[in-house]
T-cell receptor
Framework: DVKVTQSSRYLVKRTGEKVFLECVQDMDHENMFWYRQDPGLGLRLIYFSYDVKMKEKGDIPEGYSVSREKKERFSLILESASTNQTSMYLC?????????????????FGPGTRLTVT | SQQGEEDPQALSIQEGENATMNCSYK?????LQWYRQNSGRGLVHLIL?????REKHSGRLRVTLDTSKKSSSLLITASRAADTASYFC??????????FGQGTILTVHP
């Protein structure tokens, strides 16, 4: 079974702190994604990556950055956390070759990190 | 921007009844997927239907796709209390990138 793990289930940080959310997948997937989920807004894509050291902005990248130094690991960074970044953060991976257009795009999700910024 | 819009936003039924959820979208798609999310957890992929397919089945799930109306429906037959969850449709326009709707909250009463 594909496994996507996230470093924390719950996290509480203070405004202005630098926050790292880590995601690891064990299926050698090429693509990895970070979403945030808020009531009434559904899931919104923050950043995604289709290869090591590659990243693409999603729909709401402002205030976030990402890092993908190894294929299995995709990190989301909040450079200076703010209260409006309090949310559920979900990581996902898929084996679609974005460049080649193959595959079925099914995404495998981690359990989520509920981040509270006070 | 949200591509998929689910309807209804919430659905409450008794065990054994069927549950139908609908999804509409705006632009052309490559495929459409349905996911389930149990309270406070990650999403689980349920079923995928490609743009050239009209209907697909998986166990108690039946998905239809009408590309002319830009809509899809998910039918769960003989529902169980364990089906209680949020259900999301997600569309794929460009390969690999999903756009999610806001979801339908399904409650199945024992």
């Amino acid at each position: 079974d594909v496994k996507v793990t996230q470093s924390s289930r719950y996290l509480v940080k203070r405004t202005g702190e630098k926050v790292f959310l880590e995601c690891v997948q064990d299926m050698d997937h090429e693509n990895m994604f970070w979403y945030r989920q808020d009531p009434g807004l559904g899931l919104r894509l923050i950043y995604f990556s289709y290869d090591v050291k590659m990243k693409e902005k999603g729909d709401i990248p402002e205030g976030y950055s990402v890092s993908r130094e190894k294929k299995e690991r995709f990190s989301l960074i909040l450079e200076s956390a703010s209260t409006n970044q309090t949310s559920m953060y979900l990581c996902a991976s898929s084996d679609t070759g974005l460049a080649g257009g193959r595959g079925n795009d099914e995404q495998y999700f981690g359990p989520g990190t509920r981040l509270t910024v006070t | 921007s949200q591509q998929g819009e689910e309807d209804p936003q919430a659905l409450s039924i008794q065990e054994g009844e069927n549950a139908t959820m609908n999804c509409s979208y705006k632009t052309s798609i490559n495929n459409l997927q349905w996911y389930r999310q149990n309270s406070g957890r990650g999403l689980v992929h349920l079923i995928l239907i490609r743009s050239n397919e009209r209907e697909k089945h998986s166990g108690r799930l039946r998905v239809t796709l009408d590309t002319s109306k830009k809509s899809s429906s998910l039918l769960i037959t003989a529902s169980r209390a364990a089906d209680t969850a949020s259900y999301f449709c997600a569309t794929v326009a460009s390969y690999g990138k999903l756009t999610f709707g806001q979801g339908t909250i399904l409650t199945v009463h024992p």
